[in-house]
């Protein structure tokens, strides 16, 4: 191990050592990487003739060209991530997927701090309120974050519960960009996925929230959203507000069978409140628990909006056989089963019949109107609340929202990342431990007003209010 004192770091003058690997045992071959990203995405990615159209072409291959002369001698797989992942973020979709799981332990990072030193010489410096002292919802994990350099922050472990988590553990490294901040962890390195303070808590995107612990203390509201993170719960509570409003808060679309079962058992107390009010500030996205709200805001008939499949002999071989399945043995919810006709499966016949002899770039996909038996009388208003970390399902779910006349948003504008979906596979690099998803279909909405710049924008824009008042606002506004 390479040994560096703090004070060639800059980092602490209390922390004990510092040290990094020299020489990890993992290589790879950095141009056949990035040659087969580039092929793999000009074949197969929706987006890439939406970048053709858009008249890019010619900072496309600028881009192509110096990337691939940086990765021509490259073997060292970080290093080379970073180079696929200027290539991959330069379509600004985060569903197209470039993730590397690191699967030798030689390349943990470690820096060995000591925890009362820590706490002693805090206020030695001008510190940011993202460095202190955190942990995890269940107490399993508590990290010391700390600045290294004007973009960059390191959380590094102090306890564990794992053993397999060692204290001095750089677990997480977050980076300043020109849209907050993004992360990757000691074991997997990622696109540019969010990050954002709230306060005393910290959520890493939806897949995990920090509290912090020292300096300061939780505020009571704060210590009851963190509690719902624990068990793996992702924020998803309800609870009774008053007379006239049920709170429902979901953190993530990842549990749908969770989802399922908190709205089955506050049924009849949402069902008997004039006011539902739906928290999803956090939720990134997903699977499609959004699915078990639509009996509270339903109206009239939703319109899903057909999608876009690009065609190609991956993607055709991946969608053909669930479009013959869905016209030869459709398997339908039983809460939408009536939408499932005849004339909707018919036309996954045509697709079936159609594509493989197609010569056109995309293939529109039939999409599934939604109708429900009744409207319910109450809850009246439904209120649903966004902010900067809704992608994904919580996007399409704002979408399908617009169709109904109960519903109001509020909040901020979401991420942005709904333009394109699904994924007709993985597509495997020659580095093993890289893994690339594909987009392969495009939203109703991309063509004519895409959104993965702009995400959606509820009408009720409430930036100006500090956060932990928006619900106040809301039902204010509801009882108008």
């Not at 092929?39 to 072409?57: L, S």
């Not at 997997?188 to 509290?211: C, D, K, S």
């Not at 939408?339 to 039939?366: D, G, L, V």
């Not at 942005?416 to 495997?428: E, K, L």
């Amino acid at each position: 191990m390479k040994k560096k004192s703090l004070l060639k770091f800059c980092l602490f003058l209390f922390s004990l050592i510092s040290f990094d690997t020299l020489n990890a045992q993992s290589s790879c071959n950095c141009i056949a990487n990035l040659d087969t990203t580039i092929k793999k995405t000009e074949v197969n990615y929706v987006g890439y003739p939406d970048m053709i159209a858009r008249n890019q072409e010619v900072q496309y291959k600028k881009m192509v060209a110096r990337l691939r002369a940086s990765a021509k001698n490259e073997s060292d797989p970080r290093r080379c991530f970073s180079i696929l992942k200027e290539y991959v973020v330069f379509f600004n979709d985060k569903h197209y997927d470039l993730e590397y799981t690191i699967a030798d332990s030689t390349m943990f990072k470690y820096n060995f701090i000591d925890e009362s030193r820590y706490r002693k010489e805090f206020v030695s410096k001008k510190r940011e309120p993202i460095e202190g002292i955190w942990i995890s919802p269940d107490s399993s994990l508590k990290l010391a974050v700390y600045k290294v350099d004007p973009k960059t922050y390191q959380a590094v472990v102090l306890e564990s519960r794992d053993q397999k988590i060692k204290p001095g553990l750089i677990y997480y490294t977050f980076s300043k960009t020109g849209k907050g901040l993004v992360f990757d962890r000691f074991d997997w390195m990622t696109p540019e996925f969010p990050v954002r303070q709230r306060g005393n808590l910290l959520y890493i995107w939806n897949f995990e929230v920090l509290a912090k612990v020292f300096p300061g203390t939780l505020t009571e509201s704060e210590k009851y959203n963190f509690g719902t993170w624990r068990n793996y719960a992702y924020g998803l509570d309800c609870r009774k507000l008053d007379e006239n409003n049920v709170l429902l808060t979901i953190g993530s679309f990842n549990r749908d069978n969770m989802i399922k079962d908190i709205i089955k058992k506050n049924d009849s107390l949402i069902r008997s409140s004039r006011h539902l009010i739906v928290d999803l500030r956090g939720n990134g996205g997903g699977n499609s628990g959004w699915s078990y709200l639509l009996p509270y805001f339903y109206t009239n008939t939703i319109q899903q909006g057909d999608t876009y499949l690009r065609l190609s002999p991956l993607n055709n071989a991946a969608n053909l056989p669930s479009f013959k399945s869905m016209y030869e043995n459709p398997k339908p919810d039983p809460r939408w089963e009536k939408s499932y006709t005849a004339e909707y499966r018919e036309k996954f016949k045509e697709a079936f019949e159609q594509i493989p002899q197609s010569k056109q770039t995309f293939y529109t996909i039939p999409s599934l109107d939604i109708y429900a038996d009744s409207v319910l009388k109450t809850p009246e208003k439904v209120a649903l609340i966004f902010d900067d970390l809704g992608g994904s399902s919580t996007e399409y779910f704002f979408f399908i929202s617009k169709q109904s006349t109960k519903v109001k948003r509020y909040g901020e504008r979401t991420l942005g990342m709904m333009d394109y979906m699904g994924a007709s596979t993985d597509s495997p690099l020659p580095f093993k431990d890289y893994y690339l998803m594909i987009p392969d279909r495009k939203a109703t909405w991309t063509d004519t007003a895409p959104t993965n710049i702009t995400g959606f924008i509820p009408e009720n824009d409430l930036r100006h209010l500090p956060r932990e008042s928006w619900i106040d606002f809301i039902k204010k506004d509801l009882g108008k």
